[in-house]
């Protein structure tokens, strides 16, 4: 079983003895989107893996409380943001501007691209160094300006 996964198992049991049910209920829906894809491939995720799942998690919350607060439903809002909350803890610390800047300063280089054809050689580089830990939507954006 990989590291991460022991943590979220862990802090499970640790939600479960505080009667934690909010927390509790997050880590149970994580743990349960890895189990369905480990389970869907037949595989056991790595770390590397499960970050993928915990930031599309992620990111499916931060659309869910756009569309809640156009709704005009802050009640729901504030459930996916304690969702999120939750689900933050377990990815790793954010990347400063600084060091997504000079990221994406070494993909370019290192692919010597020119264009915005050569979009993709430097995204493929970039994607796993800041998974989990940066928007990627945000980093495509900032890749499009210096090409």
Do not use: H
């Amino acid at each position: 079983m990989s590291d991460l996964k022991n943590t979220i198992t862990e802090q499970m049991k640790d939600a479960m003895r505080a009667k934690d049910k909010e927390r509790l209920g997050t880590i149970r829906l994580m743990l349960a989107e890895i189990k369905r894809i480990e389970v869907d491939e037949r595989i056991e995720l790595d770390d590397a893996r499960i970050l993928i799942v915990l930031d599309k998690m992620v990111k499916q919350r931060r659309d869910s409380i756009t569309q809640y607060e156009a709704a005009e439903r802050p009640e729901l809002a504030a459930k996916e943001q304690q969702e999120l909350e939750v689900i933050k803890t377990f990815l790793p610390q954010p990347l400063s501007d600084a060091e997504i800047t000079q990221i994406i300063d070494d993909a370019i280089a290192t692919s010597g691209a020119l264009s915005m054809q050569d979009m993709g050689k430097v995204m493929a580089l970039i994607k796993p160094q800041v998974q989990g830990r940066a928007d990627v939507g945000k980093i495509s954006g900032l890749v499009k300006q210096k090409l």
